[in-house]
Each structure stands twice: as structure tokens, then as C-alpha cells.
């Protein structure tokens, strides 16, 4: 139902996020304004790698998956809006990354509801919220009235920032010839930062997880990123094209997507007129249907009878048939005519970023105990167990609970059993050793 010759319709869950949906109709845009990717990505990896540390110390904790959230946000404001949100200066004192987490929250709850009842909730969630999706759109609204000012104020269209924002103002509503309103300009922005900072982060946490957790894994990985640096094969920031050559780094980066898929939900569809087998089962017209990423990449009919293990080598010296089927079964980003169009974003943020951080810094998950000092505020006690007062929240961002420490030895770096959760927690800390300590980031 997700391949390029199903008939199958989308299930219109993004309309709930407002706004004309341009996406289906740029790719010529979007390949003339990809270039603009790599130094938006190249210019947080610069403040990332000095903010991430931020004084001459050789070892500290840090909270990777809030660090990583800060780096893709920026990255997305970058990329969205011409300049970042600060985050990895600053923090997050405006509650950015809360209402972030609320948007993919209501939109899933909202999404997965029929009829008018979901635009309802969602409706009644914006409304109730301490930090509804309107902080979002507070910070958007700023950014593209600064960009119409410069406009208005350039000597000619060539001197202003071409970036995905110029894109979005430029675009036209399909038969009128006019040019987007500002609150779609605003829309289509948001939209792209709504759908990729927290995946993105996401992504990034499960690769660092799993790369972690197996020893021999992080030492070939490591082995192949130095032997770059000192051939001098790849530089500092690590550019894209340099990033995708580092073969075991980018069989790592798809491995952990497909086991920690960034969109834990169902990818959904609308069955549409005459009904359509599936497998063995009649599906009327009309049918709601999806299938879960997360679910189908463990099961041995996608990827094998070891398909619930790590094992990155599944990707490296294989037939092209076989990659070829591997790729089809691969729904991190959905598949087929409705494949999200921005699934090469995160794969170029971590490409940089991941290479970069692991020649400079050595990495260690943290050891926890009840005492730990390493909590996550927002409903959050120690290694994801939920909070009493926060029951009924979701486990992370688009509903995704991983069960993935399960199936690893985690008694050493977690003694208590009462704290060993198959969970992968938010709050996820490492032990972080500088090797590098003099590098240009220039």
C-alpha cells in the first residue's frame, strides 16, 4: 500500500497542521534551493561543537538527546527561516521544544481521529495548552516578517538570502499565478521545523544508543572515522559529500533509523474506490490502513531472522536485489508516491555532525542510580520510568515507545533492576571525553 504503483490515498493527517500544502508540487524548488543545506547545517556544527562543551574541561555529562534537539532545531531554523533559534547558546527559555513536542502530539491524537472529532481535539489541545503549538507560530511570524522587510527594502531579489524561506515566498497557488499569503508562507516554514528537529534528534539519540551499547560497533566506527581525518579525506566541519564515503558511518546511521524509526506511528492510507486486497484480506473503499515502521523493520519477513538486532553490517557488501528489497521494506520516512520529501535532511545533518563529534569527543552512556542527578524536568524521573504526576503522556514525540534496552546487558551501567526500562529515555546522558582539544571548526 506505500509502493509508487498502489493506488492507496493518504490519509490527510498534515492538513490538521494548517496551512496550503506546497510540498507535493516543489521538487524542481527544492533541488534548486538543496544547496543551501550544507552551510546551514556547517554553521551550527561550528557553534554545536564550542557551545557543546564551553569551557577546557576533559570530561563532563552531558544530555545528548536535549544537546542533539538544540542542534537540529537550530539546523531547521537555518534551513526554514535564514537564521537559528539560539538554542544552543541560550537554551530553550521560551518553551520552543515543549510546544514542539505538543504539536506532534496533537497532531497524532488528532490525526488518528475521524471525521470532525480531530480537528475538534486539536482545536481544544491548542487552546489548553500552557505551551501550545502558538509558540511556534510566535517565533515563525517573527522570522518571516524580518525576511518580507528585507525584501521590501533590497535593491533587487538577488541580494536576499536564497534559502527554503525565499522559496516559500516565491511559491504560487496552483492556477491563479498569485503568490503565497504570508500566513502560508508561515505555514509551509513551520511545517518543515515541525517535522524536522524532533525526528531528526530522535534519529540521533538511537544512533548514539546503539553505537554505544556495542563496543565493537563504536570501535570499527571510530576506527574508520580517524584513518579519514588522518589521510585527510574528510575535514572539519565534515561536508556532506565526505560523509556519505565513510561506508561503516552511513551503514551505523541507516541501521539505528531502522530500528529507532524518528515516526513511531502508522504511516496511514485511505483505501480508495473498489476496495484492494491485502494479503489475504478485503478492504472496502473508504478503509483507514497503515502499517507501523517500528513494527514492520523487526520482523524477519523485512529484514531477516535477525532483524530485531543492531547489526549495521546488513547494509555493507550485499547484492543489489537484495539492498534493493531492504530499501523497499525501509518505511522510516514512508515509502513510495507520499515518501516524506525531506528524508534526505536529517540523513545530511547527521552525515556532518555524527562524523565531526565522534573525531573530536569519546563517548560513554552515563551510569544511573536512584541518586542520579541526570533528570529530565518535563514529567521525567530516571531512565524513562514516567513520573507519578505525568501518567497518560507519551513515552516521546509521535508516540514512540521503544522497547529497545531489553534486549541489552545494561546491569552494569544500570545496578538497580527496579530502574532498567525498555525504554529508551529522554533524558539520555554520556560520559563525554575530549580527544581533540585543539581543532578549527574555521
Known amino acids: 500500500m506505500y509502493y509508487v504503483e498502489s493506488t492507496i490515498d493518504d490519509r490527510p493527517i498534515l492538513v490538521l497542521l494548517g496551512g496550503t500544502c506546497l510540498f507535493p508540487k516543489i521538487s524542481d524548488r527544492a533541488r534548486r534551493i538543496h544547496g543551501s543545506m550544507h552551510p546551514a547545517a556547517s554553521r551550527t556544527i561550528r557553534s554545536h561543537c564550542f557551545c557543546f562543551w564551553g569551557d577546557e574541561t576533559t570530561h ?171 589521510a585527510g579525506h574528510i575535514s572539519t566541519p565534515v561536508t556532506y559529500a565526505q560523509g556519505v564515503r565513510l561506508e561503516y558511518l552511513q551503514a551505523c546511521i541507516k541501521e539505528a533509523v531502522r530500528l529507532f524509526t524518528p515516526i513511531g506511528m502508522e504511516l496511514p492510507r485511505i483505501v480508495p474506490e473498489g476496495g484492494m486486497m491485502i494479503g489475504r484480506y478485503f478492504l472496502p473503499a473508504g478503509t483507514h490502513v497503515g502499517a507501523n515502521p517500528f513494527v514492520f523493520h523487526r520482523t524477519e519477513q523485512a529484514y531477516g531472522p535477525d532483524a530485531e538486532l543492531f547489526r549495521p553490517e546488513r547494509w555493507l557488501h550485499i547484492s543489489e536485489e537484495v539492498r534493493a528489497t531492504m530499501e523497499r521494506n525501509f518505511l522510516s520516512f514512508g515509502s513510495g508516491t507520499r515518501i516524506c520529501l525531506g528524508k534526505n535532511i536529517p540523513f545530511m545533518e547527521m552525515s556532518k555532525l555524527l562524523p565531526t563529534l565522534l573525531w573530536r569527543y569519546s563517548f560513554s552512556i552515563t551510569p544511573r ?43 552494569d551501567l544500570i545496578p538497580d533492576a527496579e530502574l532498567r526500562h525498555p525504554i529508551l529515555p529522554q533524558d539520555f546522558w554520556c560520559d563525554i571525553t575530549l580527544r581533540r582539544p585543539h581543532v578549527s571548526f574555521a
Open 369 to 411: 542510580s536512584k541518586d542520579s542527578p541526570h533528570r529530565n524536568a518535563l514529567g521525567r524521573t530516571v531512565d524513562g520510568i514516567e513520573s507519578k504526576d505525568a501518567l497518560g503522556r507519551v513515552n516521546s514525540h509521535w508516540f514512540l515507545t521503544v522497547d529497545v534496552c531489553s534486549a541489552y546487558p545494561l546491569d
Open 60 to 230: 563532563k555529562s552531558v544530555e545528548m538527546n536535549k544537546w542533539l534537539h538544540y542542534f537540529a532545531a537550530d539546523t531547521i531554523g537555518e534551513l526554514a527561516f535564514g537564521c537559528g533559534f539560539g538554542l544552543l547558546q541560550s537554551g530553550d527559555a521560551s518553551s520552543l521544544l515543549r510546544a514542539l513536542t505538543n504539536l506532534s502530539f496533537f497532531g497524532c491524537i488528532s490525526g488518528a481521529l475521524l471525521g470532525l472529532l480531530g480537528p475538534l481535539v486539536n482545536t481544544i489541545l491548542r487552546r489548553t495548552s500552557p505551551d501550545a503549538p502558538s509558540v511556534i507560530s510566535a517565533h515563525t511570524w517573527e522570522r518571516v516578517t524580518t525576511r518580507y522587510k528585507l525584501l521590501a527594502e533590497a535593491s533587487d531579489d538577488g541580494s536576499v538570502r536564497r534559502d527554503m524561506l525565499a522559496g516559500f515566498m516565491r511559491a504560487k497557488y496552483p492556477g491563479t499565478n498569485t503568490l503565497f499569503s504570508p500566513s502560508d508562507v508561515v505555514a509551509q516554514a513551520t511545517s518543515v521545523f515541525g517535522a524536522g528537529s524532533d525526528t531528526t534528534a530522535g534519529a540521533m539519540t538511537g544512533f548514539f544508543y546503539y553505537v554505544l551499547t556495542h563496543p565493537t560497533v563504536y570501535q570499527r566506527l571510530q576506527a574508520e572515522i580517524d584513518s579519514a581525518f588522518e
